[in-house]
């Protein structure tokens, strides 16, 4: 038991979370299927092209690899690396997630699927695609079992980001490569997701990544330039709403005010597919200051 009697009473409620979560993770689950990109979901059109050019960007490092994604959510992109990779792994530490995924691609004849994946073609019998419930602060492989690890919109729900780091640095092989995508928060329409700890600036990033990986390159998408009125409008409204805190938390209400504020969005697809989206190769930006020009960043790292 963590709880006990120490010193001249018991611990306090404070001091056993600290410690519950130090050791064993948050107090409470939380919802993570809520917020997660999942097909069916409504999204705008840069959504779509977002989620495109992430797994877009990392497929040109898994070629032939043995490629982990860490915090998968259900699934969307594994798909899509297991067409170039020696192997994927998915691990995710939301049950509901790793149950659509395990549907797609590790279940696909059974005979109750839930609704999000009730037409979802069995695509994946014979891919080489492991699907886990797991822990980023704890993964459970051994040392050395894959080349590329990836973490995509996750950074910041982790409670202790340094344990993954040097557990991603603990699992890769030797010159293996870590990617870590992030929306970046010094981007002016920049707002918050439910559950999360702490954004990163691109410095912060990198000094996190520091004591495990070296030539650490940084990448951006999605410029943040100029906007036409209805943009201007709708980004007035958007800090608007986030000052007096009236932007929802999951995916689906917040669809709700983008189909309302935007026009016609379009349904998440079940898999990543080549050519689905526009896509715009990432550029190259510095690692030493705050990046307040893309909406989108990513971390390139090579293990020490």
């Known amino acids: 038991m963590l709880c006990g009697n120490i010193g001249r009473g018991w611990l306090s409620r404070r ?14 689950k939380n919802d993570y299927s809520a917020i997660t990109e999942s097909p069916g979901i409504r999204a705008t059109r840069e959504q779509v092209q977002r989620l495109y050019q992430r ?6 490092f898994a070629h032939s690899k043995d490629v ?11 798909g899509y690396l297991a067409s170039v990779a020696k192997s994927v792994a998915g691990i995710d530490i939301d049950e509901k997630n790793i149950a659509l995924a395990r549907e797609h691609y590790c279940l696909p004849l059974i005979a109750n699927r839930s609704p999000q994946t009730a037409n979802r073609k069995p695509l994946n019998v014979r891919r080489p695609i492991h699907v886990a419930l797991m822990d980023a602060h704890k993964l459970e492989f051994p040392n050395g079992a894959s080349d590329l690890v990836i973490l995509f919109e996750a950074i910041y729900y982790l409670f ?11 699992v890769l092989r030797e010159d293996g490569t870590l990617i870590i995508g992030m929306v970046n928060k010094d981007w002016k329409d920049f707002h918050p997701s439910p559950y999360t700890h702490k954004y990163f600036s691109i410095p912060e990033l990198k000094s996190l990544l520091e004591p495990h990986f070296k030539d650490i390159m940084f990448y951006a998408g999605f410029p943040a330039g100029k906007k ?26 917040r669809a709700y005010l983008k189909r309302i504020f935007i026009g016609k969005l379009v349904p998440l697809p079940d898999e990543i597919t080549e050519g689905m989206a526009p896509y715009e190769e990432p550029v190259e930006i510095s690692c030493n200051r705050p990046c307040r020009d893309y909406k989108i960043t990513y971390a390139v790292a090579t293990k020490k």
């Open 55 to 60: 797994y877009r960007f990392a497929r040109d």
């Open 68 to 78: 982990m994604e860490v915090a998968c959510g259900s699934g969307l992109g594994l």
């Open 15 to 28: 001091t056993f979370i600290r410690i519950k979560r130090e050791y064993y993770g948050s107090e409470k």
């Open 160 to 170: 202790s980001p340094e344990k993954f780091t040097a557990e991603a640095a603990r």
């Open 228 to 253: 036409g009125l209805k943009d201007n409008v709708i980004s007035l409204i958007k800090r608007a709403a986030l000052k007096v805190n009236l932007i929802p938390g999951s995916l689906e209400a």
